[in-house]
């Protein structure tokens, strides 16, 4: 008979998302990634359509590459400062997903991304830290001052803050430069009670290495990405999809 309904259903589709101990008053450090914005139209750099397959890290990322051919490098930051400021280009499901955490988690977010777009800041969120540096903005390589920009830097410029012309570079963490406020995140990582990284390739350090730490701090760790990163398996839990869909499942 058709009375009696089956008591086993059909599990959804996907995994199940991992659920923690995690005591509301223990600190979470998030690191975020190209991936977290790829769904806002916004190139990841590895990936097959990625950044790096179209121009070579050491032509337009290194010091070097700067000082051999400035205004390519400008060209290059001009192009994506532009790119940012496309009325299309807006924060998504996930960046609004972390924002709405920071304003709810008793025991503090802080977020630490990679990515020098503005669209966790766009969304909301407050607690957060630049590590690779801010594309709008440009810092004077003769008087030190950071300054907003939203538009192309020209060559032999000068300098708003000292006049000094030819002096702005992209505020931004080149390879081979010491990343931002390296102590801040050290300090986060020994003391919170969870690690998440999102939409991160874990190619690049030391950002690749905030997952051992956090670990060797006691911490919880999961990785949210597309599909699982070569260091997948230095998480406890992993969850896999788009940014859009796998974010605001574990918020909520
Ligand atoms: C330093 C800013 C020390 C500019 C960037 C240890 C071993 C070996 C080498 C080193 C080491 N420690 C340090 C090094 C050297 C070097 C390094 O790591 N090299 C690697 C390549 C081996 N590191 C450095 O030079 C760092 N500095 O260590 O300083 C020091 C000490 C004393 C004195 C001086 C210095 C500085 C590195 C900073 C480089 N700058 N960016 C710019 O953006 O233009 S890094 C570059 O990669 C990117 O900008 C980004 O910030 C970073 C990370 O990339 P990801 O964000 O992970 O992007 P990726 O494309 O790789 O991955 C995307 C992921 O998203 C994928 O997994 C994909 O599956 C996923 N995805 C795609 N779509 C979605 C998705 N996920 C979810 N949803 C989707 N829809």
Same mark, same amino acid.
């Given at each position: 008979?058709?009375?009696?309904?089956?008591?086993?259903?059909?599990?959804?589709?996907?995994?199940?998302?991992?659920?923690?101990?995690?005591?509301?008053?223990?600190?979470?450090?998030?690191?975020?990634?190209?991936?977290?914005?790829?769904?806002?139209? &916004?190139?990841?750099? +590895?990936?097959?359509?990625?950044?790096?397959?179209?121009? /070579?890290?050491? @032509? #337009?990322? %290194?010091? !070097?590459?700067?000082?051999?051919?400035?205004?390519?490098?400008?060209?290059?930051?001009?192009?994506?400062?532009?790119?940012?400021?496309?009325?299309?280009?807006?924060?998504?499901?996930?960046?609004?997903?972390?924002?709405?955490?920071?304003?709810?988690?008793?025991?503090?977010?802080?977020?630490?991304?990679?990515?020098?777009?503005?669209?966790?800041?766009?969304?909301?969120?407050?607690?957060?830290?630049?590590?690779?540096?801010? &594309?709008?903005?440009? +810092?004077?390589?003769?008087?030190?001052?950071?300054?907003? /920009?939203?538009? @192309? #830097?020209? %060559?032999? !410029?000068?300098?708003?803050?000292?006049?000094?012309?030819?002096?702005?570079?992209?505020?931004?963490?080149?390879?081979?430069?010491?990343?931002?406020?390296?102590?801040?995140?050290?300090?986060?990582?020994?003391?919170?009670?969870?690690?998440?990284?999102?939409?991160?390739?874990?190619?690049?350090?030391?950002?690749?290495?905030?997952?051992?730490?956090?670990?060797?701090?006691?911490?919880?760790?999961?990785?949210?990405?597309?599909?699982?990163?070569?260091?997948?398996?230095?998480?406890?839990?992993?969850?896999?999809?788009?940014?859009?869909? #796998?974010?605001?499942?574990?918020?909520?």
């Amino acid at each position: 008979s058709m009375a009696t309904s089956p008591d086993v259903r059909p599990q959804s589709a996907g995994a199940p998302m991992p659920t923690f101990d995690l005591s509301p008053r223990q600190p979470i450090v998030i690191l975020t990634g190209a991936g977290i914005s790829r769904e806002s139209g &916004l190139h990841t750099f +590895r990936d097959a359509d990625g950044i790096w397959a179209r121009v /070579r890290i050491e @032509d #337009v990322a %290194t010091p !070097e590459g700067f000082e051999r051919d400035p205004e390519r490098v400008q060209g290059f930051y001009n192009a994506r400062r532009r790119g940012l400021l496309e009325p299309e280009v807006q924060p998504n499901a996930a960046h609004h997903a972390l924002a709405r955490l920071e304003a709810a988690w008793p025991g503090g977010v802080l977020l630490v991304t990679q990515n020098i777009d503005d669209l966790h800041e766009r969304a909301g969120s407050r607690n957060l830290i630049h590590m690779h540096g801010e &594309l709008m903005k440009v +810092r004077c390589t003769a008087c030190g001052s950071v300054t907003r /920009r939203d538009h @192309d #830097v020209v %060559t032999g !410029e000068p300098c708003p803050a000292c006049g000094s012309a030819g002096s702005l570079r992209p505020h931004v963490v080149w390879f081979g430069e010491m990343p931002l406020e390296m102590e801040r995140i050290q300090a986060a990582l020994e003391g919170c009670g969870l690690f998440v990284s999102i939409g991160t390739s874990g190619n690049v350090y030391p950002a690749a290495g905030f997952v051992a730490e956090a670990r060797a701090a006691g911490a919880m760790t999961l990785e949210l990405n597309l599909e699982p990163s070569h260091g997948a398996r230095l998480f406890a839990e992993g969850a896999y999809g788009p940014a859009t869909s #796998v974010v605001p499942a574990w918020v909520e």
